[in-house]
């Protein structure tokens, strides 16, 4: 089984923390959407018959298509490939671009998981981040996607920037789940290369980040989500019981995926591929059928190294099976010592040496180190 992921390379303004691939401008979006409808055909037997579990739309902001442009690359992935029924199929929305109208266009159409890119229900937040929605749009996004008929929506939020008091930080968290949403994506701000925020703050026209206030926020979200019922079954995903993003999972899981678009990645268990990172030369390399990607075939160590970042990062965590029968004794020997080093991090059932079965997981401590740690796990 595996999944689809479709990138939508365009959005209405640039955040200024963003650095995925994305243009402001949507005059190509018709000879994009050929493209990708293009690319789909193209790559149709590359999944060797294995059938779809998962559809996921991200961007880019998908939403900011016509409706019409969805339903199109939705009925050639059911042209191309074995879809099975009832599949999860995502779709990444900013909240100024819905409507009840676009909304019911989804549902009838098959998108039955919307995630709703929030970040803040503040004023200010927003007007920092440069989002293009205000701070009630997000809440009346999701109540009209409700009332429309979606019952598992997810909603992101940043912590960890300095506007953001703990006080506020308590209030987007409970403003969330009061909305009756299935799952939370939370993130700390990050400062990525060659974004506005980088700008701003390398020219002192903002604060840099403050670590200590992030790590603080982070464990008052994990103790928050633990009060609520809910489950933090990735280090930055929350879910209500039985509503884990099954997308996002299996990637986490190292289960084959196809990325279709510009700068879209896939994975078939042993090489990753991905596709070029500009919008005009993407579609002019589709129109010459020639599929404009880079392919990279991963050594044992790079998938063990792999595993170990990803299952570390997932509350279900790391099955020492999965690793010593595939490194020498002295690899083995060192990848122990390491997590004796790390013990305070991690929770590590006393027999484990011996112990096929045995599963390491961070505790809530270990999971503000989570990179750290497996950086430290690292073989070969
Ligand atoms: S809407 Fe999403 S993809 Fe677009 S700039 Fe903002 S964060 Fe980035």
Same mark, same amino acid.
């Given at each position: 089984m595996a999944g689809i992921y479709i990138h939508i390379p365009y959005c209405k303004q640039a955040c200024y923390y963003c650095n995925f691939h994305f243009s402001t401008n949507t005059k190509s979006s018709p000879e994009m959407l050929q493209a990708i409808l293009q690319e789909i055909e193209m790559r149709k037997h590359e999944l060797n018959n294995q059938s779809i579990q998962t559809i996921y739309f991200g961007g880019g902001t998908p939403g900011i298509l016509p409706s019409d442009d969805i339903k199109k690359i939705m009925h050639a992935i059911e042209d191309n490939f074995i879809v099975e029924k009832n599949i999860e199929t995502t779709l990444e929305v900013n909240p100024d671009d819905m409507h009840p109208q676009k909304l019911k266009a989804y549902l009838d159409m098959g998108i039955n998981r919307l995630s709703v890119g929030t970040q803040s229900f503040f004023e200010e937040d927003l007007q920092y981040m440069n989002r293009s929605h205000d701070a009630k749009a997000a809440a009346r996004c999701v109540q009209e996607a409700q009332d429309t008929g979606f019952n598992n929506i997810s909603v992101d939020l940043i912590y960890g920037f300095p506007l953001l008091t703990n006080e506020k930080w308590k209030q987007n968290i409970n403003t969330a789940l009061a909305l009756q949403i299935t799952h939370l994506s939370c993130y700390a701000m990050t400062v990525e290369a060659r974004t506005a925020l980088e700008k701003m703050i390398r020219t002192e026209k903002l604060p840099p980040i403050n670590h200590a206030q992030s790590a603080e926020q982070f464990e008052w979200l994990m103790h928050a989500i633990e009060d609520a019922g809910w489950e933090h079954y990735e280090i930055s995903n929350f879910a209500k019981p039985n509503h884990?993003?099954?997308?996002?999972?299996?990637?986490?899981? =190292? %289960?084959?995926?196809?990325?279709? =678009?510009?700068?879209?990645?896939? *994975?078939?268990?042993?090489?990753?591929?991905?596709?070029?990172?500009?919008?005009?030369? *993407?579609? %002019?390399?589709?129109?010459?059928?020639?599929?404009?990607?880079? %392919?990279?075939?991963?050594?044992?160590?790079?998938?063990?190294?792999?595993?170990?970042?990803?299952?570390?990062?997932?509350?279900d965590g790391m099955q020492l099976q999965k690793i010593k029968p595939n490194v020498t004794t002295e690899e083995w020997q060192l990848f122990c010592e390491e997590l004796e080093k790390n013990n305070a991090l991690l929770n590590i059932p006393s027999n484990y040496q011996t112990n096929a079965r045995a599963i390491i997981t961070l505790n809530k401590k270990g999971k503000l180190y989570a990179d750290k740690i497996a950086g430290d796990l690292f073989v070969g």
């Amino acid at each position: 089984m595996a999944g689809i992921y479709i990138h939508i390379p365009y959005c209405k303004q640039a955040c200024y923390y963003c650095n995925f691939h994305f243009s402001t401008n949507t005059k190509s979006s018709p000879e994009m959407l050929q493209a990708i409808l293009q690319e789909i055909e193209m790559r149709k037997h590359e999944l060797n018959n294995q059938s779809i579990q998962t559809i996921y739309f991200g961007g880019g902001t998908p939403g900011i298509l016509p409706s019409d442009d969805i339903k199109k690359i939705m009925h050639a992935i059911e042209d191309n490939f074995i879809v099975e029924k009832n599949i999860e199929t995502t779709l990444e929305v900013n909240p100024d671009d819905m409507h009840p109208q676009k909304l019911k266009a989804y549902l009838d159409m098959g998108i039955n998981r919307l995630s709703v890119g929030t970040q803040s229900f503040f004023e200010e937040d927003l007007q920092y981040m440069n989002r293009s929605h205000d701070a009630k749009a997000a809440a009346r996004c999701v109540q009209e996607a409700q009332d429309t008929g979606f019952n598992n929506i997810s909603v992101d939020l940043i912590y960890g920037f300095p506007l953001l008091t703990n006080e506020k930080w308590k209030q987007n968290i409970n403003t969330a789940l009061a909305l009756q949403i299935t799952h939370l994506s939370c993130y700390a701000m990050t400062v990525e290369a060659r974004t506005a925020l980088e700008k701003m703050i390398r020219t002192e026209k903002l604060p840099p980040i403050n670590h200590a206030q992030s790590a603080e926020q982070f464990e008052w979200l994990m103790h928050a989500i633990e009060d609520a019922g809910w489950e933090h079954y990735e280090i930055s995903n929350f879910a209500k019981p039985n509503h884990r993003a099954v997308h996002n999972t299996n990637y986490w899981l =190292g %289960k084959h995926y196809l990325g279709i =678009g510009p700068s879209a990645h896939s *994975f078939d268990g042993s090489s990753r591929s991905w596709n070029i990172v500009n919008n005009a030369l *993407f579609i %002019k390399s589709i129109e010459e059928h020639i599929l404009p990607s880079e %392919k990279e075939i991963l050594t044992l160590h790079q998938q063990i190294n792999e595993y170990i970042m990803t299952s570390l990062r997932m509350s279900d965590g790391m099955q020492l099976q999965k690793i010593k029968p595939n490194v020498t004794t002295e690899e083995w020997q060192l990848f122990c010592e390491e997590l004796e080093k790390n013990n305070a991090l991690l929770n590590i059932p006393s027999n484990y040496q011996t112990n096929a079965r045995a599963i390491i997981t961070l505790n809530k401590k270990g999971k503000l180190y989570a990179d750290k740690i497996a950086g430290d796990l690292f073989v070969g």
